[in-house]
């Protein structure tokens, strides 16, 4: 067993925005870590001399506080009861979307100047509805994912301080994933994969087929199976009904969309839309999606060591989720930029390839950032492990080096 891994990321956005009257909310896959969160930075007010009784931390899920899950107005009573009597009172809700009505119970909270509220949640539902209609303009959303590679590096040489590579430790992440729990399974694969598929089962369940009112699981799980398969390809509505025919399943369109935004909303697939990078807008009729969790998808579809590029594409966007948070699919006349982030002058664009060794894959990557006009930074991520190497100014770095490096 391993002690609580920090979070640094984390806690700096919960740092940024302490004390200020908004509603934190967290929100992310089950099981990628949110409770965690709150409990470190429970402990770094502890640590900074914030006295206990300036602590309230429910978990809604606890059948311990059962009849404060039923009425939401039994948990802003309790709440209110249990109010430090000087200093601000840090109140911590955990999957508070389990109780009726929360965001009238956050509402009235936020009144009052004594409180700083957290909540978290596992679905995007959360922020959906009245809570946004209700609370609008006045909480922050802050969006966790499971563990990032230098922090799942951070905890496999907690646990074994052996001279561990980078990339044997890379092997490791693509195979099992980032999800907190598994650095106490690796590398018992079985457990691991048994673990996994109980976390995709739930978040099926409790957050897809019971919200979206899902006839027929199976052809939900056709779906998710499709999107993992699929991960890095552009995807339609068209390809997806296309892909299942061929599986024997005919769901409409319509189902298959409220599907695809059921997975979305549970934080299980992100979706990337294409971008004009001459035209300044988006692009329909396609999109790419991308698995919360290499190992969720090696836990459903399977581990061979194959189609390895569109693993690496994969954690390269999570990480710029992480780091940017608006991340687009490029589209030039001359091909395809795999990510563009930000706008204006704060534009950067990436490729990626797991290996540019070949001189004609090499000219296929360049070309579509060569094509490009402007002087916003340009890089191309790789797992050859060579020097930094610059293209006319288009930077070939080891993708491994910049996931571990501080953002």
Known sequence: MYALLSRPEGLAMLRRWRDRQVIKVITGVRRCGKSTLLTLFQRELLAEGVPAANIIALAMDDLANAELVTNHKNLHDYIIENLAPTGTTYVFLDEVQLVEHYERMADSLLLRANIDLYITGSNASLLSGELATLLSGRYVELSLLPLSFAEFVTGRRQQNPDDLSLTALYTEYIRYGSFPFVLNLIPDAVAVSDYLNGILDTVLLKDVVIRQQVSTAAALEDVVRFLFHNIGNLTSLRRVSAGLESAGRSPSSTTIDKYISGLTSAYLCYPARRWDVKGLRYLTGSEKYYVVDPGLRAALVGFTGSDTGHILENIVFLELVRRNGKVRVGAVASGEIDF?????????????????????????????????????????????????????GILQISCLDWLMAQP
Do not use: F, M
């Not at 930074?377 to 930094?388: C, G, I, R, S």
């Open 340 to 392: 563009v982030v930000g706008d204006g002058a704060d534009t950067v664009y990436y490729q990626v390839c797991e290996t540019l060794r070949d001189p004609a894959t090499l000219a296929r990557e360049l070309k579509p950032l060569l094509a490009l006009r402007d002087h916003h930074p340009k890089y191309l991520l790789t797992l050859d492990q060579n020097p930094p190497i610059s293209h006319d």
